[in-house]
């Protein structure tokens, strides 16, 4: 017998059975409760969507009480131990992780499709040198839809294919041409022998020496780093990428939306608010004024906490140990002793522990960053880098669900009723 719930509704005493399915209600069975039949039928009001579930997805599994994060069913601890990003991103795209042949064929595609269109350049060169790197991206996004008039055909398999290895080889080239631009300094073109992230690399950092050498650290670190962001279930950027697409509108506007999403500072800045929270409290002795600050609400503690985690992100936990691989060849960035001792300080207290406040995948991540030279308003696009893969995949998996419509959430009214216009000469 399936699971129900039955429903009494007191205006009316009319009883309703309601079909129970993977712990959710359908929104849609709560319209045949009403008053009368003039009444349009209940609805659900759910401010920014914390107990809606608006899709079914196989991508990822984030279980935020026990601080689980799952790939296609493979924990993100042995993702990041053992796989690379090209083979994440094609697990999280194609549902399983490829056979050696299959692996190898697919970042053959990916980097053959690096290159940018020259008239891309000329976009660029339309921005002021401090322009914002983010803003750079979603603008190039958006660009790259005008070269590739056959995005539009969503419908197709092949052409969703096509564009998705596009768009996963491009926006290292597009990222390190905005990172170029607003230093002044030359674009450098992708060097193919390279991995996914030593060519981001050598596109980033290459002066006048004829070939880039990646140090192998940095550019395992890089790789982990994109692994970790690859794809985090319906986000904001994501649930932004899937209500574009849901128009049937083509990958490169789609993530362009998606973009926009992750350029809010509650989104893709929430690293940056760390650094900026450590560079306030300055040093170590000042780290318990500070922790009364925050118990007092006078003070923000940022990096910690999470919408879905409600433990130790574990993300964080690969990124801490990651960070003092890094800081062996770039030198200990000096916010890292701050930053330890507020964990350990944070985590030992009753007041953060009894409020779940653990550390999360920000808290650690812009040191590395800034550690390996990057400019903080850069951080969201080295966030986007590898995200694409996990907007691609929400997109793809989409339009392929024959449930999904175009996006159109309801509203509550709460204006005027009808009143007559009021010509300006009386108003």
Known sequence: ????????????????????????????????????????????????????????????????????LRYRGYPIEQLAEQSTFLEVAYLLLWGELPSKSELDSWVNEVTHHTYVHQYVLRGMEGFKWDAHAMGKVVSMLGTLSTFYGDSKKVRDPKVRRE???????????????????????????????????????????????????????????????????????????????????????????????????LYGPLHGGANEAVLRMLREIGSVSEIPAFIEGVKKRERRLMGFGHRVYKNYDPRARIIKGLAHQVFEVTGKNPLLDIALELEKIALDDDFFVSRKLYPNVDFYSGLIYQSIGFPVEFFPVLFAIPRAAGWLAQWKEMLEDPEQKIARPRQIYTGYDERPYVPVDER
């Open 1 to 68: 017998m399936a699971d129900t719930l039955t429903v009494t509704d007191n205006r009316t005493g009319k009883t309703y059975e309601l079909a129970i399915n993977d712990g959710t209600v359908k929104a849609i069975d709560l319209r045949d409760i009403k008053v009368d039949e003039e009444d349009f039928g209940l609805m659900v009001y759910d401010p920014a969507f914390k107990n809606t579930a608006a899709c079914r997805s196989s991508i990822t599994l984030i279980d935020g009480d026990k601080g689980i």
């Open 163 to 261: 564009h998705i290895v596009k768009i996963i080889a491009k926006m290292p080239t597009i990222a390190a041409w905005c990172y170029r631009h607003m230093l002044g300094r030359p674009y450098i073109y992708p060097d193919n022998e390279l991995s996914y992230a030593g060519n981001f690399m050598n596109m980033l950092f290459r002066m006048a020496e004829p070939r880039y050498k990646p140090d192998p650290i940095i550019e395992r670190a890089l790789d982990v780093l994109f692994i970790l962001h690859a794809d985090h279930e319906q986000n904001c950027s994501a649930s932004a990428a899937r209500a574009v697409g849901s128009a049937e509108t083509d990958p490169y506007c789609s993530l362009a939306a998606a973009s926009a999403a």
